[in-house]
């Protein structure tokens, strides 16, 4: 199979659903922010606080480059479409976009400390969001909304498309 590329916004269920994903599909979970944080020894958060975010961005890229485009999941970071060549890195597998409303991530993300872009003001949060709306469709093959699903429902979802 080619590789599944799951992508969408801080709190949309990546990595949750990879998990699941790759466990039903029998296929490694890649996900870029651990494989980051493995090769540097170092939490996101730290690395956006020492080194900036631009070096972070540097780091994901060559993480999301070292995936395969075969037999596996890999779970993004949001910020991984704001890089063209990123997102022509992931054609060669499946896209899938986790659509999750502005209003549902803020719930989920309420008590989130550990993510610096969710550190900041709401309105550049919300702005931020509107943003990256248009990468993420222009990127994906598929959109799956994620708003009060489980899970094992959008797990399956996918399956039945890919
Ligand atoms: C980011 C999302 C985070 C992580 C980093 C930057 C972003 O990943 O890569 O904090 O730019 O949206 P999650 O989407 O898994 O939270």
Request: net charge neutral; charged share 25%; aromatic share 8%.
């Amino acid at each position: 199979m080619k590789t599944i590329y799951l992508i969408g916004f801080m709190g949309s269920g990546k990595s949750s659903i990879g998990e699941c994903l790759s466990l039903l599909l029998d296929v490694p979970l890649i996900d870029t922010d651990a494989a980051v944080e493995e090769k540097y020894s170092q939490s996101i958060a730290a690395i956006f606080k020492e080194k900036g975010e631009s070096t972070f961005r540097i780091y994901e890229s060559a993480a999301l480059r070292d995936t395969p485009n075969t037999n596996a999941v890999v779970s993004t970071g949001g910020g991984i479409v704001e890089n063209k060549g990123n997102t022509n890195y992931m054609k060669s597998g499946t896209v899938i976009y986790l659509h999750t409303s502005f209003h549902e991530i803020k719930r989920r993300l309420q008590y989130d400390q550990k993510r610096p872009l969710w550190n900041s003001r709401l309105e550049e949060k919300e702005q931020l969001y509107k943003l990256r709306l248009n990468l993420y469709k222009s990127c994906a093959e598929y959109t799956i909304s994620t708003d009060s699903k489980s899970i094992e429902a959008i797990t399956n979802e996918i399956i039945a498309k890919i």
